[in-house]
């Protein structure tokens, strides 16, 4: 479990992103908008620190 503060991606996915679902996942297309009323978006979450990681944790930043 970590901790982070969260960026919401809307629009323009990072293409080294969209590239790396599609080759874990054959070929899904992270970008693509499913009904056009819907709205698809990314959640970066950088680790500011990790809990319950077995004696202290280690902090990143």
């Known amino acids: 479990m ?3 503060i969260a960026r ?3 629009r323009a996915f990072p ?3 969209v590239e ?10 992270a970008s693509r908008q499913v ?3 819907s709205d698809r978006v990314l959640l970066e979450i950088p ?3 990790w809990l319950l990681a077995g004696g202290g ?5």
């Open 35 to 37: 009904r056009p009323e």
């Open 2 to 4: 970590a901790e982070g």
């Open 57 to 61: 944790g280690h902090a990143t930043r």
């Open 8 to 10: 919401v991606h809307r």
């Open 47 to 49: 680790v500011r620190r």
């Open 20 to 29: 790396a679902f599609a080759s874990k996942y054959g070929g899904w297309d």
């Open 15 to 17: 293409s080294t992103v």
